[in-house]
T-cell receptor, first 114, second 116 residues
Framework: GDSVTQMEGPVTLSEEAFLTINCTYT??????LFWYVQYPGEGLQLLLK?????DKGSNKGFEATYRKETTSFHLEKGSVQVSDSAVYFC?????????????FGSGTRLQVQP | GAVVSQHPSRVICKSGTSVKIECRSL??????MFWYRQFPKQSLMLMAT?????????EQGVEKDKFLINHASLTLSTLTVTSAHPEDSSFYIC????????????FGNGTRLTVT
């Protein structure tokens, strides 16, 4: 079945540092890929998405490129802020299998220190 | 933008009682809603897919008689945890889609259930 693997956290960075959170996936079809962010005590918010190979999703300084050859969708940001501290989830939607629900990775907690 | 409202945000109940969690789409009609469960420091696990006007589809290992799902209208789905036990304590999150291909799911803020 489909699966998503994320790097384990927590990831602790200083403000203005470069961020990479790795995400790889396994899918039977051609999935859409997403990054969601969960701030403390809140639900999930869509951060960015990509629906086909080589697409780049971007939002709020974050970006991720859909790499079919490496089955990856790594999240990057050039300069993190304290307000970016949250849990980040990589997810996929494989509608080719008729399953519209998202399959999530385990989440990566990011802690940004001033 | 689209908003999904989930209520209550926190609930504490005694073992053996039932708890109902509501999920509402506030400014759009959601033909399909999804219920997830999130254990501490773990990912979201899909429990069931709720379709308006029909029976929910449960994931393998999820007891449909324990987790009752009702999707009576295009804007409301409810999850009732029946005869709750301490092991049911968890964070429950609902989500709804707009019904378009590849449309991102919109999530509620979740419900923290504690069973004592």
């Amino acid at each position: 079945g489909d699966s998503v693997t994320q790097m384990e956290g927590p990831v602790t960075l200083s403000e203005e540092a470069f961020l990479t959170i790795n995400c790889t996936y396994t899918a039977t079809g051609y999935p859409s890929l997403f990054w969601y962010v969960q701030y403390p005590g809140e639900g999930l918010q869509l951060l960015l998405k990509a629906t086909k190979a080589d697409d780049k999703g971007s939002n709020k300084g974050f970006e991720a490129t859909y790499r079919k050859e490496t089955t990856s969708f790594h999240l990057e940001k050039g300069s993190v802020q304290v307000s970016d501290s949250a849990v980040y989830f990589c997810a996929l939607s494989d509608q080719d299998t008729g399953r519209r629900a998202l399959t999530f990775g385990s989440g990566t907690r990011l802690q940004v220190q001033p | 933008g689209a908003v999904v409202s989930q209520h209550p945000s926190r609930v504490i109940c005694k073992s053996g009682t039932s708890v109902k969690i509501e999920c509402r789409s506030l400014d759009f009609q959601a033909t399909t809603m999804f219920w997830y469960r999130q254990f501490p420091k773990q990912s979201l696990m899909l429990m069931a897919t709720s379709n308006e006007g029909s029976k929910a589809t449960y994931e393998q290992g999820v007891e449909k008689d324990k987790f009752l799902i009702n999707h009576a209208s295009l804007t409301l789905s409810t999850l009732t945890v029946t005869s709750a036990h301490p092991e049911d304590s968890s964070f429950y999150i609902c989500s709804a889609e707009l019904g378009q291909d590849n449309s991102p799911l919109h999530f509620g803020n979740g419900t923290r259930l504690t069973v004592t």
